[in-house]
């Protein structure tokens, strides 16, 4: 009798644990692997002063391993019913009080009819690294109408200010134009990548 009593007793632990392999499994399969966590976007019209970035948890701010410098860069020309314009933006680089990253980006007649002011917006973005994944982050947008640029007033700023510059961190940055009151095809244009030591 002890021995058929402990037989079963050993079934029933063996049946339990095949429950509870299933279960697990049945989890695992539900959740899926760990993802690495989405970059951080930080909203339009955020100022660079009153912002710090949200790194998920293991992630950090890193150097781009392959980057070019060159003092401007223009798009091709783009036509939009009579107007022929252009999308310019500058290196992201320290800015003159040297405690911040900044970055400029206009729009540039070429011919035609075009408006008097087109609506500019200049996107900063630092390069961050997770778990599994490295991906760029947009800190912060600068926007406004302005007229044909570049040049001091003509464009659109968009600026961060750096927690340490000790640090290298890849930096980059996008313009996208739309001419006022009149469709114009979509698109951006990117500036040159750059690592400079200010860490976001």
Not at 61 to 83: H, K, L, M, N, R
Not at 104 to 121: D, F, I, L, M
Request: hydrophobic fraction near 40%; charge should be neutral.
């Amino acid at each position: 009798m002890l021995r058929k009593g402990g037989m079963a007793v050993r079934r029933r632990r063996m049946r339990m644990l095949a429950v509870a392999s299933v279960v697990m499994l049945l989890l695992v399969g539900m959740t899926g692997p760990a993802q690495a966590a989405d970059p951080v976007t930080v909203e339009e019209g955020t100022s660079a002063a009153d912002t710090t970035p949200v790194v998920p948890p293991g992630g950090h701010f890193a150097p781009y391993d392959q980057w070019t410098v060159s003092p401007a860069w223009t798009s091709e020309v783009i036509t939009a019913g009579g107007c022929q314009y252009a999308q310019g933006i500058d290196n992201p680089h320290i800015s003159e009080t040297r405690d911040a990253v900044s970055i400029h980006g206009w729009w540039e007649y070429v011919g035609g009819t075009c408006p008097s002011k087109a609506r500019v917006q200049v996107f900063l973005q630092a390069y961050a690294c997770y778990s599994f994944v490295c991906d760029w982050v947009t800190l912060t947008v600068g926007q406004g109408e302005f007229y044909s640029g570049p040049g001091s007033g003509r464009w659109a700023n968009a600026r961060w200010i750096c927690s340490n510059q000790v640090q290298f961190v890849g930096w980059r940055g996008f313009v996208d134009v739309d001419l006022i009151d009149r469709p114009d095809p979509p698109g951006v244009f990117f500036s040159p990548i750059i690592n400079l030591r200010c860490y976001p």
